[in-house]
């Protein structure tokens, strides 16, 4: 074939062009320090890049969202050390405030400091970084404590993203820290008077040969001292036949089952005894430990953690001028025509034993005081348990007990049903007291009923929110609300035009009946300051002991709270220098300013299982942050993997470039230099 020119300057430009190209392309890639720039240049290194590309993008965004939940954590947990050192200074001072050695000024001095203190931990609750309050949950822009003490956030996680479906908390919300509970805690309740034996201090009564009245000394009942020495006597006779003390115990118990039982007991029986059937009336001792403290009020510790459910009452009587002829131990004025009345029916006693022994009267022995009033005209404020009225405190009336659900421990809501709570459906409520109007009112909400009715002043069926009648075990806690309010106003849904629920809008407009974040019943009277309104609600058999026990409390004249698994901190915190303040050493129901207070000695407890819910709070955000700093890790080191092997598919081996151009440039000079030859040959050079 014959080679011609054209075909050689044909070959010669393609290859030209094949090299320019090989060469601008080596010099873009050294130039962008890219293998490729769009798709088309290598689809198999652009889809990988585009993978590794969101991979980083993903990787970066998860390392920032972990760093900023790390900072966060971090701040928390630095909050809850200072916290945890805060208490054990409040405990240090209260120790030093506890010793008996203390005038008033000096604990008046104790309890300023202690009220530093308080505002230190104030200010430490209100935490802020980068403008996001540490303990508010999701409402970081929300100051979580008022300066009431009240928690105002929620109890929402914040989250850190770490990749597809995994997340890490990253903050302790102010419902856990300051609100939370403690499940391996275990309940402890206790009387608030203190019980003295009566043998050695009347001793010209009790004891025989003894005429001087003087000669009384002051020893509190231990569980060795007989039934005799807490109760008293008209005589110096031990009467070992005979059982003429009587004990009347109500209360919950673990589980909130309520429970009422009455004791007969002889002079001769002790107080362990006694506690023994206590004890045994809550379970037995394995769920309970019945005690004495030091100053003979009666502690029962729920041996079972966990639950906030224990409660307790107790009210003794003795008869001196009484004959137990059927020795049933109930107190039955058929048996005898002394001063004996049955305890439910009791409107009228005798608290001083001198003045009952001498005259043959029955004398009552008081074990609790709360200063409550009672919707009974009960005289004696000892022998109310929880026909008590709610404590009126300018337009609120509020209830002390809360309503907490049997199974799972939490506080009711208004869509809790009441046989959640209640220990059982088979009786009526009483509710009872003062419309907002001043006027009296009485109703009762039949509960045994199908559907539940309410009868007295108003007469009606409980309609749910579809208007339909409601069986008790439906009934939810917002409906008796309702019911509440409506008595209030003097709204009868019978009467009342637009029926039931234009009763409930109408009773809303001018007061509101609710339950508060710890479950306990709240009035507020909408139209004054200064409520005339009062109210009280019980299981209409209470005080019956010949009824089953009361389905649920809402006001109790109860033992003391000194230890529980929930918490409230600053709530507690308050009762604590409160007891400071009043110089109040122990609990002591006969101090008529605050008869509840646990007292400064049971305070030190306090503090303790506060210090030991906070030191759990530090637990947790120190291992939040651990996994969080791990995390942090973890992303870099995925992201360094990650924009390695982009590197390696994406990124241009300068070395490798520089030798492949050189070799290009190379072989481009020997093209341009062929061709220079080839171009100055002639056939007339070969002839």
Known sequence: ???????????????????????????????????????????????????????????????????????????????????????????????RAASDEHSSESLDAVAKELRGLQAHLFSLANTSINGQFLF???????????????????????????????????????????????????????????????????????????TADNLGEEHYITPQSTIRDLMGDNNATVNTTDAKHFFYVQGAKHDGESFKAKYAMRDDESIASLMEKIANDFGGSEVVNVTLNQHGQIEIEDRLSGSSKLDFHLVGATDFGRNDDDNSGAIDPSEDDANVTHIDALVSG??????????????????????????????????????????????????????????????????????????????SLHVSGSRIDGSAFSIDINLNASPVTVTGDYSYDVLDASGNTTAAADMTYRQL?????????????????GGYEQAIKNANQNSSTT????????????????????????????????????????????????RDPKT?????LDEVIRAVEQGKMRADGD???????VGIQNAIQVIDDLGLHVSRMQTRAGAQSQSLDAAVV??????????KLRSEVIDTDIAEAALKLQQLQLNYQALFSTVSKISQLSLVKYI
């Open 1 to 95: 074939m014959r080679i011609t020119n054209s075909m050689h300057y044909r070959e010669m430009y393609g290859d030209n062009n094949k090299t320019a190209k090989a060469l601008f392309d080596v010099n873009k890639q050294i130039a962008s320090g890219l293998k490729i720039q769009y798709a088309h240049e290598d689809n198999v290194a652009f889809i990988d890049t585009m993978r590794l590309d969101n991979e980083v993008t993903t990787l970066t965004q998860v390392k920032k969202s972990t760093q900023s939940g790390y900072k966060f954590s971090t701040q928390t947990d630095t909050v809850l050390g200072d916290f945890s050192k805060t208490l054990d200074s409040i405990k240090t001072k209260l120790i």
């Open 350 to 427: 005798v608290t001083d034993f001198e003045d009952a022994a001498a005259n043959g009267k029955l004398y009552v022995k008081e074990f609790i005081k709360s200063g409550l009033g009672n919707s009974v005209g009960l005289s004696l404020e000892g022998l109310v348990y929880d026909r008590a009225d709610f404590e009126a405190d300018g337009q609120f009336l509020n209830s002390n007990v809360s309503q907490i659900v049997k199974g799972s421990n939490a506080f009711a809501t208004d869509s809790t049903k009441l046989s959640e709570v209640f220990s059982s459906l088979n009786s």
């Open 515 to 562: 339950l508060s974040y710890d479950g306990r019943i709240s009035f507020e009277d909408k139209t004054t300051t200064q409520t005339q309104a009062a109210l009280s609600i019980y299981d209409a058999n209470s005080g019956n002991f010949s009824a089953a026990a009361s389905m649920a409390t809402f006001q109790a004249n109860n033992a003391l709270t000194i």
């Open 136 to 210: 508010s949950g999701s409402q970081t822009s929300t100051k979580p404590i008022d300066a009431n003490g009240r928690y105002q956030g929620n109890d929402a996680d914040l989250k850190a993203f770490l990749g597809h479906e995994v997340e890490q908390k990253y903050n302790i919300s102010g419902q856990e820290l300051f609100l939370g509970e403690e499940s391996k805690t275990a309940r402890k309740i206790s009387t608030n008077i203190k019980q003295l034996d009566l043998n050695a201090l009347y001793p010209h009564i009790m004891q025989p040969n003894i």
């Open 568 to 572: 409230d901190f600053f709530a507690q």
């Open 481 to 497: 609300l309702d019911v509440v309010n409506m008595a209030m106003n003097a709204q009868d849904p019978g009467v009342v035009v």
């Open 634 to 643: 973890r992303t870099d080191m995925l992201l360094l993997n990650s924009n």
């Open 591 to 597: 101090d008529a300013d605050e008869p509840r207070n």
